[in-house]
């Protein structure tokens, strides 16, 4: 019996969003059905009844998903998982300000009332929001008046595997080398601060690799390798994963407040700590169901 439905577009494998929602499933994957933005229509809405509606990024928004998903919100029980920016047509403000040259006015623009309307609505109706890093929870708060007990900070997500394939990493021998992770070219790999990363390494005078995976688990065990990882993003890195698989492999980690979950004091404790921390995040997802359902 499906009892949740998860709406979200990330089709990218090494991606943080697609493996913090398997994380977040886990328990409960056979309950549970994927499907994209594009999949959701009205007949969808017929034939299907979940208990709760899972709300990730839906960027392939049509005239029909677009209302479709608002019927679920409005009407239906709904919790949403923001990973980034999702008011914003660029995904985040500094994304808007570089692409779209200006601040970000998505919330005002009449071009983009869709987006305006989805997240008052989500404000309105959602049972509850999640994010990422408590910076981005208090940057939606500021842009849409999400109430604070209606928010809740999740953090990136791990399954039970991923813990144990880290811990046996940690002891592995490390070069004297750093990682730089390269990203899918263009303003990915800008976003992501590749270059910015690089000029580090060179600045500082420390031997550095540049190197990219075809898979997740190819990358994990390649970085395990390092004597650290430096990572610059140039954008709101809501909560980005790399760093904390990183650290948790005992690596050292150079990054900069645009990893916004750096500012949270779980991110400076002991890796025990952090383990411990990052195993309870799901459980706060996983009881507002039990609640909703």
């Given amino acids: 019996?499906?009892?949740?439905?998860?709406?979200?577009?990330?089709a990218i494998q090494l991606g943080g969003t697609s493996l913090t929602l398997e994380a977040i499933t886990e328990p409960f994957k056979d309950e549970c059905e994927f499907i994209t933005t594009s999949e959701l229509t009205k007949t969808h809405l017929q034939f299907k009844h979940p208990k709760v509606w899972i709300i990730g990024n839906t960027l392939g928004?049509?005239?029909?998903?677009?209302?479709?998903?608002?019927?679920?919100?409005?009407?239906?029980?709904?919790?949403?998982?923001?990973?980034d920016y999702g008011f914003c047509r660029f995904r985040g403000p500094t994304?808007?300000?570089?692409?779209?040259?200006?601040?970000?006015?998505?919330?005002?623009?009449?071009e983009t009332a869709t987006l305006k309307n989805l997240y008052y609505q989500i404000k309105e109706n959602s049972s509850a929001v999640f994010y990422m890093s408590e910076t981005q929870r208090q940057i939606h708060q500021q842009a849409i008046g999400i109430k604070d007990e209606q928010s809740i900070v999740l953090s990136?997500?791990?399954?039970?595997?991923?813990?144990?394939?880290?811990?046996?990493?940690?002891?592995?021998?490390?070069?004297?080398?750093?990682?730089?992770?390269?990203?899918?070219?263009?303003?990915?790999?800008?976003?992501k601060g590749v270059t910015k990363s690089i000029n580090y390494a060179v600045?500082?005078?420390?031997?550095?690799?540049?190197?990219?995976?075809?898979?997740?688990?190819?990358?994990?065990?390649?970085?395990?390798?390092?004597k650290g990882l430096?990572?610059?993003?140039?954008?709101?890195?809501?909560?980005?994963?790399i760093t904390i698989e990183a650290k948790l492999m005992g690596l050292e980690v150079i990054t900069n407040e645009n990893s916004q979950h750096?500012?949270?004091?779980?991110?400076?404790?002991?890796l025990e700590e952090m383990e411990e921390y990052l195993k309870e995040r799901p459980e706060l997802l996983h009881q507002k169901l039990i609640s909703l359902s």
């Avoid at 500082?204 to 970085?223: G, I, P, Q, R, S």
């Fill in 203 to 226: 600045t500082k005078n420390l031997a550095y690799d540049v190197f990219k995976t075809d898979t997740h688990d190819e990358m994990l065990d390649k970085l395990s390798e390092y």
């Fill in 230 to 241: 430096i990572f610059l993003p140039t954008i709101e890195d809501t909560c980005p994963r």
């Fill in 95 to 110: 994304p808007h300000r570089v692409l779209g040259k200006k601040e970000c006015d998505c919330l005002v623009n009449p």
């Fill in 61 to 83: 928004l049509s005239r029909e998903s677009y209302e479709s998903l608002l019927e679920v919100i409005k009407n239906r029980t709904s919790i949403k998982i923001d990973f």
């Fill in 262 to 270: 750096t500012s949270e004091s779980w991110w400076n404790s002991s």
């Fill in 156 to 191: 990136s997500c791990f399954t039970s595997d991923s813990f144990k394939k880290m811990k046996e990493y940690r002891s592995k021998p490390k070069s004297e080398k750093y990682a730089v992770i390269d990203g899918h070219q263009g303003w990915h790999s800008e976003a």
């Fill in 1 to 10: 019996m499906i009892k949740y439905t998860v709406i979200d577009d990330s």
